[in-house]
């Protein structure tokens, strides 16, 4: 059965790590009859937390999705994990879903990932619902969570529904739209009780702001509650609705989700509040030129790919959203970048790990395509006359990153498959190779993210993996002017090779890489060696004379030379431009350079001094620091890639796990005393163990 956009609701579960919400996806899946039976985390059986790897961790590690019915309206689910290094597969349920549900624990409150999640979600204006879970917990206080959110965020955050009782006494809710009370627990339904006599006063003052909130929502009810003092059910609904859709208010519910308590209140709230598929997406022609396409079914036929699973049973999984337009089974398509072929075949809903098919995928929706060989996350597809292409997702660039190689050598090629394929399932895992540095490397998320895919791979392909710290792309550079002339000569019998080059080299400006000059007057080197000379300085440069790392922004002038009527040749040129810049380059004051980064850290006020105490350690140069809500600090700084090879790792430590990083390349800088004496000697010891 498939169902009018308007009858659909995208949800993404987001939260930080236990907050419990695979188990609220559970008890939501089976309050509305989709799967028999709710089950906990810890039974290695939740609908969820499917794979292997989730079962033995018992955590979340890959965005799951799910569907329900419920008063007629299709909930797709998005499940998403709470761990830092998996950040890449919340952003995907994000761009899939129109609304974001995030738990927060009534015992412990406003922690680091939710300060992360309100900072992302706030950067692309993205609704938010919270649901204070875990009432039943020791601890648990739902008017001081309230109060944390408030202060944190500085934003309007309404109750829609308030608990009865909390800790060990917790029996339900009390639904404020409704103003009916519900303490059913394992068949939870909607509210439809009494509210307890000694909550009545409290209900309708949590009630009346309810009603102020709504009204701020929409100007025409703003007049009728001046006038009238109240609004009726559905005009708070009317208000919350654009309220929540605007970003002007954060509704708040609450429950137990282990013991199936105030679920139900939320799917009434998800069904009558939060958005259906609409408005307009930006994309681009394929001129490259900015457009929008309506979230409407008339439109033509639009979809975005925001995951890709590789199933050993079911193949390539493609999980889509149907932008515009309706999908059909068997229709022709358009994967637009290179505008390949292809054919959607039988498409299918998913419960956890679940296929089953349907006969279409209307506006709005989200579905899966098996088998697609062209596809890869970020792809749109398209109807074959109505060509459009959506923006990526904005991901996190990788922070964590060593280099690997398989212990035999007969399986680096199966190890790289493998990791080829870890990659095409999550951007935010990135392999290459450094021709520089001759390494294959993997960057990601953290040493969670990579302790995961790699134990996978040992165990699935038995292969014996090793990891390190990755080279740092070092260079080489000039400090002085100098010159050298060089004659390269060499007589073997027959034509010999006979070429002299005068060459003058000088310092550029840092980032200008690299400039030739052609000085010869008088014909001494004809123009068709010059080229010569020009490529034989490119590629002495490829190898410095301090630790054979690549040399940068030099200038080199040709100002003479010499050439043989029979022995010269243009690469006699190239090898004697090769030795003039080596001699040149030695008495030049040659100097090493290294990486430096733009590091931003994002931590909690308390570790502050710590922060700044280890930035300093590393020889980093603080750039400048500010608060972004929650407690949060946004520190920025410049630090030597060297010294941050491992901070992932360090900044783990440092924190209890508390804070987040993003770095970028920035500039080159030069590096002396014992610090380029040790990078020197490192460089050595590695070309004589390549030569042993």
Same mark, same amino acid.
């Given at each position: 059965?498939?169902?009018?956009?308007?009858?659909?609701?995208?949800?993404?579960?987001?939260?930080?790590?236990?907050t419990?919400k695979?188990?609220?996806?559970?008890?939501?899946?089976?309050?509305?009859?989709?799967?028999?039976?709710?089950?906990?985390?810890?039974?290695?059986?939740?609908?969820?937390d499917?794979?292997?790897?989730?079962?033995?961790?018992?955590?979340?590690?890959?965005?799951?999705l799910s569907?329900?019915?419920?008063?007629?309206?299709?909930?797709?689910?998005?499940?998403?994990p709470?761990?830092?290094?998996?950040?890449?597969?919340?952003?995907?349920?994000?761009?899939?879903?129109?609304?974001?549900?995030?738990?927060?624990?009534?015992?412990?409150?406003?922690?680091?990932?939710?300060?992360?999640?309100?900072?992302?979600?706030?950067?692309?204006?993205?609704?938010?619902?919270?649901?204070?879970?875990?009432?039943?917990k020791?601890?648990?206080?739902? @008017?001081?969570?309230?109060? /944390? %959110? #408030? $202060?944190?965020?500085?934003?309007?955050? &309404?109750?829609?529904?308030? =608990?009865?009782?909390?800790?060990?006494?917790?029996?339900?809710?009390?639904?404020?739209?409704?103003?009916?009370?519900s303490?059913?627990?394992?068949?939870?339904?909607?509210?439809?009780?009494?509210?307890?006599?000694?909550?009545v006063?409290?209900?309708k003052?949590?009630?009346?702001?309810l009603?102020?909130?709504a009204?701020?929502?929409?100007?025409?009810?703003?007049?009728?509650?001046?006038?009238t003092?109240?609004?009726?059910?559905?005009?708070?609904?009317?208000?919350?609705?654009?309220?929540?859709?605007?970003?002007?208010?954060f509704?708040?519910?609450?429950?137990a989700?282990?013991?199936?308590?105030?679920?139900?209140?939320?799917?009434?709230?998800?069904?009558t509040?939060?958005?259906?598929?609409?408005? @307009?997406?930006?994309?681009? /022609? %394929? #001129? $490259?030129?900015?457009t929008?396409?309506r &979230?409407?079914?008339s439109? =033509?036929?639009?979809?975005?790919?925001?995951?890709?699973?590789?199933?050993?049973?079911s193949?390539?999984?493609?999980?889509?959203?149907?932008?515009?337009?309706?999908?059909?089974?068997?229709?022709?398509?358009?994967?637009?970048?290179g505008?390949?072929?292809?054919?959607?075949?039988?498409?299918?809903?998913?419960?956890?790990?679940?296929?089953?098919?349907?006969?279409?995928?209307?506006t709005?929706?989200?579905?899966?395509?098996?088998k697609l060989?062209s596809?890869?996350?970020n792809?749109?597809?398209?109807?074959?006359?109505?060509?459009?292409?959506?923006?990526?997702l904005a991901?996190?660039?990788?922070?964590?990153?060593?280099?690997?190689s398989?212990?035999?050598?007969?399986?680096e090629?199966?190890?790289?498959q493998?990791?080829?394929?870890?990659?095409e399932?999550?951007?935010?895992?990135?392999?290459?190779?450094?021709?520089?540095?001759?390494?294959?490397?993997?960057?990601c998320?953290?040493?969670l993210?990579l302790?995961?895919?790699?134990?996978?791979?040992?165990?699935?392909?038995?292969?014996?993996?090793?990891?390190?710290?990755?080279?740092?792309?070092?260079?080489?550079?000039?400090?002085?002017?100098?010159?050298?002339e060089?004659?390269?000569?060499k007589?073997?019998?027959?034509?010999?090779?006979?070429?002299?080059?005068?060459?003058?080299?000088?310092?550029?400006?840092?980032?200008?890489?690299?400039?030739?000059?052609?000085?010869?007057?008088?014909?001494?080197?004809?123009?068709?060696?010059?080229?010569?000379?020009?490529?034989g300085?490119?590629?002495?440069?490829?190898?410095?004379?301090?630790?054979?790392?690549?040399?940068?922004?030099?200038?080199?002038?040709?100002?003479?030379?010499?050439?043989?009527p029979?022995?010269?040749?243009?690469?006699a040129f190239?090898?004697?431009?090769?030795?003039a810049?080596?001699?040149?380059?030695?008495?030049?004051?040659?100097?090493?350079?290294?990486?430096?980064m733009?590091?931003?850290v994002?931590?909690?006020?308390?570790?502050?001094?710590?922060?700044?105490?280890?930035?300093?350690?590393?020889?980093?140069?603080?750039?400048?620091?500010?608060?972004?809500?929650?407690?949060?600090?946004?520190v920025?700084?410049?630090?030597?890639?060297?010294?941050?090879l491992?901070y992932?790792?360090?900044?783990?430590?440092?924190?209890?796990?508390?804070?987040?990083?993003?770095?970028?390349?920035?500039?080159y800088?030069?590096?002396?005393?014992?610090?380029?004496?040790?990078?020197?000697?490192?460089?050595?010891?590695?070309?004589e163990?390549?030569?042993?």
């Amino acid at each position: 059965m498939s169902y009018a956009t308007s009858s659909i609701r995208n949800i993404a579960l987001c939260g930080h790590g236990s907050t419990g919400k695979t188990t609220l996806t559970e008890q939501l899946l089976a309050t509305g009859g989709a799967i028999s039976k709710a089950e906990a985390v810890e039974s290695g059986k939740s609908t969820s937390d499917f794979t292997e790897e989730e079962i033995a961790r018992k955590i979340s590690i890959h965005t799951s999705l799910s569907n329900l019915v419920w008063n007629g309206v299709k909930i797709n689910v998005l499940d998403t994990p709470g761990v830092a290094d998996f950040v890449g597969e919340a952003v995907a349920a994000y761009r899939a879903a129109e609304c974001a549900i995030v738990l927060v624990g009534a015992d412990v409150g406003v922690q680091i990932e939710t300060v992360k999640i309100w900072r992302r979600l706030s950067k692309i204006q993205y609704p938010r619902v919270f649901f204070v879970n875990k009432m039943d917990k020791e601890h648990a206080d739902f @008017e001081k969570t309230l109060a /944390d %959110l #408030k $202060g944190k965020f500085n934003a309007s955050f &309404v109750p829609v529904s308030i =608990p009865i009782g909390k800790g060990a006494g917790f029996k339900g809710v009390i639904d404020l739209l409704k103003m009916k009370a519900s303490t059913s627990g394992e068949n939870a339904k909607s509210a439809s009780e009494d509210i307890p006599a000694d909550m009545v006063a409290e209900a309708k003052k949590y009630r009346d702001a309810l009603i102020e909130a709504a009204a701020e929502g929409d100007d025409k009810l703003i007049e009728k509650f001046f006038a009238t003092g109240t609004l009726s059910e559905e005009e708070i609904l009317t208000g919350l609705r654009k309220a929540l859709a605007n970003g002007r208010l954060f509704p708040v519910l609450c429950g137990a989700a282990v013991d199936n308590r105030g679920v139900a209140a939320l799917l009434d709230f998800i069904v009558t509040a939060c958005p259906s598929p609409g408005g @307009e997406v930006k994309g681009f /022609d %394929l #001129k $490259g030129q900015e457009t929008v396409r309506r &979230v409407d079914s008339s439109e =033509p036929l639009s979809c975005f790919l925001f995951k890709t699973v590789i199933d050993q049973f079911s193949g390539r999984m493609s999980f889509v959203k149907v932008v515009s337009g309706k999908l059909l089974n068997d229709c022709d398509l358009i994967n637009v970048r290179g505008e390949k072929k292809e054919k959607s075949g039988k498409l299918h809903s998913l419960i956890g790990k679940k296929l089953t098919d349907v006969d279409a995928l209307e506006t709005g929706d989200i579905g899966v395509l098996l088998k697609l060989q062209s596809v890869a996350t970020n792809d749109t597809l398209c109807t074959p006359d109505s060509l459009v292409k959506y923006e990526p997702l904005a991901l996190p660039q990788p922070v964590h990153g060593v280099a690997i190689s398989a212990t035999s050598k007969k399986e680096e090629d199966k190890l790289n498959q493998m990791l080829q394929r870890a990659a095409e399932e999550d951007p935010t895992f990135k392999l290459s190779f450094n021709a520089e540095t001759k390494e294959t490397v993997v960057s990601c998320m953290g040493e969670l993210h990579l302790s995961i895919v790699l134990d996978k791979i040992k165990e699935k392909q038995k292969i014996d993996i090793e990891t390190r710290i990755p080279k740092v792309a070092y260079r080489e550079t000039l400090q002085a002017a100098s010159g050298a002339e060089y004659t390269h000569k060499k007589q073997t019998g027959g034509h010999g090779q006979y070429a002299k080059v005068v060459l003058e080299i000088a310092p550029l400006q840092r980032g200008e890489q690299f400039k030739f000059v052609n000085a010869i007057f008088g014909g001494a080197i004809s123009k068709g060696y010059v080229a010569g000379v020009e490529k034989g300085v490119i590629e002495g440069m490829e190898h410095g004379i301090l630790a054979g790392y690549p040399i940068v922004d030099l200038e080199a002038k040709v100002v003479d030379g010499k050439e043989h009527p029979v022995d010269s040749s243009e690469m006699a040129f190239k090898l004697a431009a090769r030795g003039a810049l080596r001699s040149a380059m030695e008495k030049a004051k040659p100097v090493l350079l290294e990486p430096v980064m733009n590091l931003t850290v994002y931590v909690d006020e308390n570790y502050l001094g710590d922060i700044l105490s280890d930035i300093s350690s590393r020889r980093g140069k603080v750039l400048g620091q500010e608060p972004i809500g929650g407690g949060i600090l946004e520190v920025r700084a410049q630090v030597p890639q060297s010294e941050l090879l491992r901070y992932s790792i360090d900044l783990k430590s440092i924190t209890s796990g508390t804070a987040s990083f993003e770095i970028e390349f920035d500039h080159y800088s030069p590096i002396s005393g014992k610090i380029a004496d040790d990078v020197i000697k490192a460089a050595q010891v590695a070309k004589e163990e390549a030569n042993a």
